[in-house]
């Protein structure tokens, strides 16, 4: 489809307004190399990873939900009723029938507006995505009725005791989605591969631990990256009349997180797929000698992966290195975690600068599902960037021993599932405006309360 087809669509569909929820706890992941007696810097630099949020059973997907919206409206001054469609993505599932929707809408049927379409989107760390892909299709439908949709994206990234555990974390991201949008989703820019793989999953219902095969799930993330990008760069190529696209045409990227050495390894990987489409540009010579690996070896040769990094070290740091800083400091979030990316850009980077500039994103899930779209800055995202304020809560986070982490995941581990529970944890760790279970009744009914 061609940019003139587009003409009949509202026009600059986009993100409105972002804001963010993440735990008041964090842990150092140099305190947490000390407390599993692995070597210093396996977190930090093997992992990329300086903090890990977390929480007891005072929260759960839904509390942490109602927070990112109840923050959201009330930062933005937003209407209820302004809202038609609110969409949920997550993988973190505490009903096998009932949607977290369905209990976020206790917000807006206190101001009246019980007509709202949307519901729960699941798999694995892609769910935002194709939450966030439903709202703009409403959008550009006949379905609309003018007004906004919200897109909520939340996990709690939980691990068993092990090798995976770094990787923990906790967050949400909630965005309001409509025409003349600052940050605009870019049309006819999209690509997409999905396959089944087990790479990660949950198939165990008394549990909130994934079964994860790690190796495998690198190699399926750089492979689906590479699918994405390739297809991505060709559609680019077309819509600027180009014949070889690659990275220089992009300002930023933002890419699905699970920590941040894979976040790089990914970036430094585009600048192979560019040498493949242009053999011939001397700009490649590092990485030329790579030329006749097979894909497969491609995606297990080291060396290769390092002269990719090194070819892309000053690349990564101006057009990837303001979206890492959230992820870095939080932790995996599934399916928020590239959304906390693309706050993290707007928050790092100030309005003016962005201005115009291409922001690439790729959003990743296993099992397996990616996509990969662009956004252009298209006005002020001052206001954004305020009303975010993520560099001055983050630094105002309890930071807490590694031995309290590993307490908190106990008291989640014995009591998942349970009925006729009033949570243990305590309330001086729920800040002001944020939702806490209360109690869960003895049919699993959740009671929530706002802590004043």
């Known amino acids: ?45 093997g992992l990329g990873q300086e903090k890990m949020a977390f929480i007891d059973d005072r929260e759960d997907i839904q509390s942490i939900c109602l927070t990112a919206v109840q923050s959201l409206m009330e930062k933005y001054n937003y209407s209820y009723s302004d809202i038609g469609r609110l969409e949920v993505g997550t993988e973190t599932i505490i009903d096998k029938s009932k949607s977290v929707k ?81 940050v605009v989703l870019e049309r006819g820019l999209r690509s997409t591969h999905m396959e089944h793989a087990y790479d990660f999953y949950k198939p165990d219902m008394h549990s909130e631990y994934p079964v994860v095969d790690g190796k495998f799930s690198n190699v399926c993330y750089l492979r689906a990256f590479d699918t994405c990008y390739n297809r991505y760069m060709t559609r680019l190529g077309k ?39 242009d053999r011939e540009n001397e700009k490649y010579a590092p990485i030329q000698q790579f030329g006749e690996l097979t894909y497969g070896q491609s995606l297990e040769n080291r060396d290769l992966e390092k002269a990719c990094v090194g070819f892309t070290k000053a690349g990564y740091a101006q057009k990837v290195g303001p979206a890492a800083f959230v992820p870095k400091q939080i932790g995996n979030m599934y399916t928020a975690a590239v959304w906390a990316g693309l706050a993290s850009l707007v928050s790092e980077v100030d309005s003016e600068t962005l201005q115009g500039k291409r922001v690439l994103l790729y959003s990743y899930g296993s099992g397996l599902a990616a996509s990969m779209v662009s956004f252009r800055i298209n006005s002020d995202t001052s206001d954004i960037k305020e009303k975010l304020n993520l560099r001055e809560r983050l630094a105002a986070r309890t930071h807490s021993k590694p031995e309290e982490f590993a307490e908190a995941m106990k008291i989640r581990e014995s009591t998942h599932n349970a009925c006729d529970y009033t949570p243990v944890g305590s309330l001086d760790h729920i800040a002001s405006g944020v939702y806490y279970i209360e109690k869960i009744d003895d049919k699993w009914r959740r009671f929530y309360k706002r802590k004043d």
């Open 102 to 182: 369905t209990t976020l809408m206790t917000l807006f049927a206190e101001h009246g507006n019980t007509e709202i379409e949307g519901i729960d989107t699941t798999n694995a760390c892609y769910g935002g995505f194709s939450a966030f892909s439903n709202a703009v299709n409403w959008i550009e439908s006949s379905s609309w009725d003018g007004r906004k949709a919200i897109v909520i994206a939340g996990d709690l990234a939980l691990y068993a005791s092990g090798a995976a555990r770094p990787t923990s974390g906790a967050g949400v991201v909630a965005m309001v989605i409509g025409p003349n949008a600052p």
């Open 1 to 45: 489809m061609t940019q003139s087809n587009f003409e009949h669509f509202p026009q600059n569909v986009g993100i409105l307004a972002m804001d963010m929820y993440f735990p008041s706890r964090c842990v150092e992941q140099s305190e947490m190399e000390t407390f599993d007696g692995v070597s210093s810097g396996k977190y930090t630099i």
């Open 239 to 277: 819509q600027l009349n180009k014949e070889h696209t690659c990275m220089d045409d992009i300002d930023y990227v933002v890419c699905h997180s699970p920590y941040a050495k894979l976040v790089n390894k990914s970036f430094a990987r585009a600048s192979y797929n560019d040498y493949l489409r």
